[in-house]
């Protein structure tokens, strides 16, 4: 599986969710899981990932 790098999609998002796409572009974001996909509803092959400050060891997945 390849490594994608998100930390500079990511930098500005410290403690909200956000919805990434495949290109590692911030599509949508939101302080809490719901609001997050109520704003993404309908939207496919997005991955939601918790920001944090840091990701170390951090490992997800994309569903289509």
């Given at each position: 599986m390849k490594v994608i790098d998100l930390s500079k999609?990511?930098?500005e998002y410290k403690s909200e969710?956000?919805?990434?796409t495949k290109k590692n572009k911030v599509?949508?974001?939101a302080k809490t899981f719901e609001l997050?996909?109520?704003?993404?509803?309908g939207?496919?092959?997005l991955l939601?990932?918790?920001?944090?400050?840091n990701y170390f060891g951090f490992?997800?997945?994309?569903?289509a």
């Open positions: 999609s990511l930098k969710w956000v919805a990434v599509v949508a974001h997050i996909c109520k704003k993404i509803k939207r496919k092959d939601l990932i918790p920001a944090s400050e490992v997800t997945t994309i569903y």
